[in-house]
């Protein structure tokens, strides 16, 4: 089990470039299997929740290549619809498989997914709206055993704008007879990317990015060569991280209307910043002021998977925030391990109140999930002496080379293999 070793106190200067978006890559590379042509998905990155997707795509006969940061997938020969339970356990995001393997083979069968233990996560929105298209649904023994002789289009309304929910069915309506219409369908980036990715291989998808989509179920999809989007909450985390610990920041690859939400807090908190296409820069003096409120919403607010993030960022900035997590019921895990380090924060249920100490100091800390651990680094970077940051294999599902690019920016911190 991997560790961090984080000497605090360091500020932050330099540029980094975005990797792909996690949540972009994951489904893109669950649509691979719409088509039977060769699929090149670029800038992929190393992270455990991709690596654990490219082994699902084996299980089920994809042939896979790895060329540096791309992947090339061809599912010409792919002749399985079981997912193995050892693999979904792991990813979360290997639900989104149900939709584009009922897609190749009419029927799917896959045991209910992993992933960070942040909450219950209820896949009952993906498997409502797959009904509603025509799936015979059989839950059993922890199993999800679907099959749908025939996917045809319907009218489908979310009962909340669940991003996986909506890709699922995406993915499900993209070759069924008819006309597909999504109502109360998220609107994150992640969502008009994959529109792109599939209308790149001739489907007919509109309207991502708005309240409702219309997916025109086509005959065929061809293959593609694909550069995703960049990563908004790893671009985020970098720009958290400055932001607390001082010094400035250029991050490329991210368009500022991604993470507005973001921006805008820490334009409140006292940072300077300069947005311009794809190109962010923020500088910072470290001596933040609180903001009163952060809540957690849907695209375009702000996104939960950054919540962790400016918590840790909100334990040393003068005054109180009252931080509302309206997504995910346990996802202040974190916050005892932050405690360890002299963080004054007190949690109730789904609110957490923050008041701002003067300094941080350096801890053993664990990780439990994946933003939860990067919080973690981002309070250990601005704590006063040594902190162990332990079980790094939450971090490394959704970031590449994060130390190697922390030290680029100046941080002192170097992984242990143990």
């Known amino acids: 089990m991997d560790k961090f070793i984080i000497d605090g106190g360091e500020k932050l200067y330099g540029k980094i470039t975005a990797q792909s978006a996690k949540n972009t890559v994951l489904p893109l590379l669950a649509a691979a299997v719409l088509t039977d042509e060769q699929v090149k998905i670029r800038g992929v990155p190393t992270i455990n929740d991709v690596e654990n997707m490219l082994h699902i795509l084996r299980e089920v006969g994809c042939r896979i290549e790895r060329q540096k940061d791309v992947a090339v997938i061809d599912s010409s020969n792919a002749v399985s619809h079981e997912i193995p339970a050892r693999l979904t356990k792991e990813l979360r995001s290997s639900v989104f498989m149900l939709g584009s393997v009922l897609t190749r083979f009419h029927r799917a069968k896959i045991s209910y997914p992993g992933g960070c233990d942040i909450g219950l996560r209820p896949i009952d929105l993906h498997l409502s709206g797959l009904k509603r298209l025509g799936v015979k649904i059989v839950e059993k023994d922890g199993y999800i055993d679907c099959l749908a002789e025939k996917l045809t289009g319907a009218e489908i309304l979310l009962d909340f704008p669940s991003v996986g929910a909506t890709e699922n069915i995406i993915l499900a309506a993209v070759k ?14 992640e969502i008009v990317d994959l529109q792109n990715f599939l209308n790149a291989m001739g489907a007919n998808v509109r309207g991502a990015g ?31 991280a400055t932001a607390s610990c001082g010094g400035e920041i250029e991050i490329n690859g991210v368009p500022s209307e991604n993470i507005a939400a973001l921006l805008h807090k820490l334009r409140e908190n006292g940072c300077k910043i300069r947005a311009k296409n794809d190109r962010i820069v923020l500088s910072s003096d470290g001596r933040l002021q609180s903001v009163d409120l952060l809540e957690t919403m849907p695209f375009p607010g702000f996104p939960t998977d950054m919540q962790a993030q400016y918590s840790a960022l909100c334990c040393t900035a003068a005054g109180t925030t009252l931080v509302v997590e309206n997504l995910f019921e346990t996802r202040y895990r974190y916050a005892a391990e932050l405690k360890r380090m002299g963080a004054d924060i007190t949690v109730r249920g789904r609110t957490a109140l923050i008041r701002g100490v003067e300094a941080l100091h350096g801890a053993c800390v664990t990780a439990s999930d994946l933003r939860g651990g990067a919080a973690l680094v981002v309070a250990a970077l601005k704590a006063e002496g040594q902190s162990t940051v332990l079980d790094l294999s939450h971090i490394d599902r959704g970031y590449a080379d994060f130390e190697e690019k922390l030290r680029k920016l100046g941080a002192k911190i170097r992984r242990v293999r143990v």
């Open 176 to 189: 069924a007879d008819g006309v597909t219409v999504i109502r109360n369908a998220a609107k994150e980036p």
């Open 210 to 240: 708005g309240g409702t989509i219309v997916v025109e179920g086509v005959k065929r999809l061809h293959g593609v060569d694909y550069q995703p989007i960049g990563d908004r909450i790893e671009a985020g985390t970098y720009l958290i």
